[in-house]
């Protein structure tokens, strides 16, 4: 399953001319990651511009390159299309995979939980027929038309990540995307520096559904504090409502788990049948992020007990709970890459995963933590709201990064102080002394906050690389 566009085709969708008869067979953004036949688009970006790397791209395999200027000696080169503006032109081209596309499309936008979600849809999907997801997170004004322009027009499902770090932002997103099914995982208290309160939080979420015509499914979590908000706007769409949750009038409703060795066993209710199936232990708040999938399953008209079973094969990706065994000379620890990013609800959620992991032997539960952004001026009091949770789940030392995450090292006991820093190339070396055999660490921070101090996964790339033995892998 591949898509395919033809160099006459770009060039009349940008608005554009061209020579060429080249036939591309994917796009790309990045001329270190392409594909042999690809596309390449020369979008700018904070710390690089595209256009000075279309000549590598070549070199890498791309076969056409839509961009704003043509290299010197190079204006004859029927490979180039040339336009004033390669962020319109991904739009342009993603509008187009869009409409030729039978694939039925998905867009999950939430506080967190997005990517997670969409892996795991991507799963179940997979049991059905052909599926196009979104590449990690490419979920903004740049990876959303990336992703729409890779989807092949036979594929039979899309799954689209929306996110957004300031309002106005998931609207636009959400018209070239034209959902049949909008998931809203769970609305929390992040981006509050830019957007306010919780209320706006859940208004900009429910933008998502500006793209989708009468009749489109949302699925929302019966749950989350804002679900009366973010339905009312739904049904003034006129969606159809696929509900998840506890409540009792969920569609999909959770009746009851328990953990067996390491996995979930999970009961839920749907359409009045019961069933069961099992699910990694990758965290407690995976099981609602679990019936938020099956309904999408639901909303498809698919065979949820088919596509449940599997759940037991669900891998988390790197920096969401990914867990890695490191094996030293006298034994081995873990390690729980939960570096991507942060948020006042994912951060408790992790660390009651830490709560529950097992250590051996003598091994500790340690916590090494970054700042939370965007939090305005409740970060300091959300940073040291962390200290019950760190408690409850027991855990038995943290290590502190960041200005913010001074605050909560300061009111935890002593003897849980590992070390604080303002740097995370000053705290590597502490913990990577620290680690001790039977020890569980779970790593996160939000994302890109260092990004002139380092970033989180430093951490984890700085305790693997203590492996000795040929055993480390995902646990």
């Known amino acids: 399953m591949e898509t395919t566009w033809l160099a006459q085709e770009v060039a009349q969708i940008v608005g554009s001319v061209t020579t060429g008869n080249w036939v591309a067979t994917s796009v790309a953004k990045d001329s ?46 029927s490979r180039f299309i040339l336009v004033k503006d390669t962020l319109k032109a991904i739009n342009d081209l993603a509008i187009a995979a869009r409409a030729r596309t039978i694939a039925k499309i998905i867009a999950i936008t939430g506080s967190f939980g997005k990517t997670g979600v969409k892996d795991a849809t991507q799963l179940l999907l997979s049991a059905f027929g052909s599926v196009y997801a979104s590449e990690r997170s490419f979920n903004n004004h740049w990876g ?4 729409l322009s890779n989807i092949p027009p036979t594929a039979n499902f899309g799954i689209i990540e929306i996110g957004m770090n300031h309002a106005g932002e998931i609207a636009p997103l959400s018209s070239i995307t034209r959902p049949h099914i909008a998931v809203i995982t769970i609305i929390r208290e992040m981006h509050l520096e830019n957007l306010g309160s919780l209320e706006n939080i859940a208004d900009e979420k429910a933008e998502i559904f500006a793209g989708m015509d ?21 049904k003034a769409k006129n969606l159809r409502i696929i ?24 009961t839920v209710k749907m359409d009045d049948k019961l069933f069961t199936y099992r699910l990694p232990n990758v965290g407690e708040h995976w099981i609602l992020n679990s019936l938020a999938v099956l309904g999408v399953i639901k909303a498809l008209g698919l065979d949820p007990i088919q596509a449940s079973k599997k759940f037991s094969s669900l891998v988390l990706p790197e920096g969401r709970g990914m867990q890695h065994r490191v094996c030293m000379e006298d034994g081995e620890f873990t390690v729980i890459d939960e570096s991507y990013n942060a948020g006042p609800d994912s951060m408790r959620a992790a660390l009651k995963v830490l709560g529950s992991s097992m250590t051996k032997g003598q091994g500790r539960k340690i916590a090494v933590l970054g700042d939370m952004r965007e939090l305005g001026t409740k970060a300091q009091q959300i940073h040291e709201s962390l200290k019950k949770d760190l408690m409850d789940n027991q855990i038995d030392l943290v290590f502190a990064c960041g200005e913010q995450m001074q605050h909560l090292y300061r009111m ?19 913990v990577v002394a620290c680690v001790k055999p039977g020890d569980v660490l779970m790593i996160k921070g939000s994302k890109g906050q260092y990004a002139h101090r380092g970033h989180m996964h430093a951490f984890v790339e700085a305790l693997l690389r203590l492996n000795r033995g040929a055993s480390m892998g995902v646990v």
């Open 412 to 430: 935890i006991p002593k003897e849980m102080r590992g070390a604080h820093t303002l740097k995370t190339e000053d705290l590597i070396p502490a």
């Open 32 to 77: 270190r990651e392409l594909k042999s036949g690809a596309l390449f688009i020369a979008l700018k970006g904070p710390k690089a511009d595209g256009n000075d790397y279309a000549l590598a791209a070549f070199e890498a395999g791309a076969v056409g390159a839509i961009v704003e200027r043509i290299p010197d000696g190079f204006e004859n080169d």
């Open 243 to 266: 509900t998840f949750g506890n409540h009792p009038d969920s569609d999909c409703r959770l009746v009851k788990y328990a953990l067996e060795e390491n996995e979930f066993c999970i």
């Open 144 to 147: 959303v038309p990336f992703t």
């Open 214 to 234: 009468e009749g489109g499914i949302a699925v929302l979590n019966h749950d989350d504090k804002m679900f009366a908000r973010v339905l009312a706007v739904a």
